[in-house]
């Protein structure tokens, strides 16, 4: 340990690292976190349907990051509508698990990849001397590798039920003890192309931390090629005089 701190006391930066594609990766991993986390995080819709009577009135319910659809509640200009009182209703469903799961994944990935792209531009001569430290980065690639498999595969499915949720003509269909076809038709929809491109990333996140860790594989001990010994010195391979 005390080796290790001796070796990371003086920094000697250097900006090759990130041309090479153990630091330029990691810049590339930085940058799709960011957009991972901002167009998930950052998300916010709206969705809607009219009701007819003969009177247009559109009933709405606005949404976002995390995606608890079971707290958000429909507004309505009255709370009369076509004479009769309706009951306060919301969407349905509560999909923060997925969402919450996936935007932290990103912030933990940011987070490292900033700690890792110090680690290369100042202490690259320790990284590439020390036994521990490349390893540890390779378990850490490894580990957010199936990190982004698990939130990305989550996030998607959660993504398909939210549309499913948010949806006018689904709406419609789980309010039929107020709505009938002639009274209430759909309105706007949300706009989630942000949230499809948020999916994306994720996906990409994965190639990109899986790809990388082959060449985090590369600077680590594991990947050395044993060197050639000589021969053992048995009694049948004692050298003759001879030969000495």
């Known amino acids: 340990m005390n080796r290790l701190t001796q070796k990371m006391s003086g920094a000697q930066i250097s900006i090759n690292p990130l041309l090479e594609p153990l630091g330029f990766i990691k810049v590339l991993e930085w940058i799709f976190s960011i957009f ?20 247009t009135r559109t009933v709405s319910a606005s ?36 969402s919450q799961f996936y935007v932290s994944v990103a912030v933990f990935a940011f987070l490292y990849c900033i700690g890792a792209l110090a680690l290369y531009i100042g202490y690259i001569h320790s990284y590439r001397e020390s036994r521990k430290l490349p390893m540890i980065d390779f378990v850490v690639t490894i580990i957010f590798a199936f990190l982004w498999l698990v939130s990305a595969s989550a996030w998607a499915k959660g993504l398909t039920d939210v549309k499913t949720s948010t949806d006018p003509a689904h709406i419609i269909d789980t309010l039929k003890a107020n709505c009938t076809p002639n009274l209430c038709t759909p309105g706007e929809g949300p706009s ?4 499809n491109v948020s999916v994306v990333f994720g996906f990409l996140n994965l190639i990109l931390w899986a790809g990388n860790a082959w060449f985090v594989y590369k ?26």
């Open 63 to 98: 949404f976002g990051y995390p995606f608890r659809l079971n707290t958000v509640q429909f507004t309505k200009s009255s709370p009369l509508v076509c004479n009769t009182t309706w009951d306060e209703f919301h969407l349905v469903g509560d999909y923060s698990p997925s």
């Open 36 to 55: 991972s986390f901002a167009t998930c995080g950052g998300y916010s819709g709206k969705t809607s349907f009219n009701v007819s009577c003969p009177s």
């Open 192 to 195: 989630m192309g942000s949230l």
């Open 219 to 244: 600077e680590t001990r594991l990947s050395d090629t044993p060197s050639e010994l000589p021969p053992p010195q048995g009694p049948g391979n004692v050298p003759s005089p001879s030969s000495m």
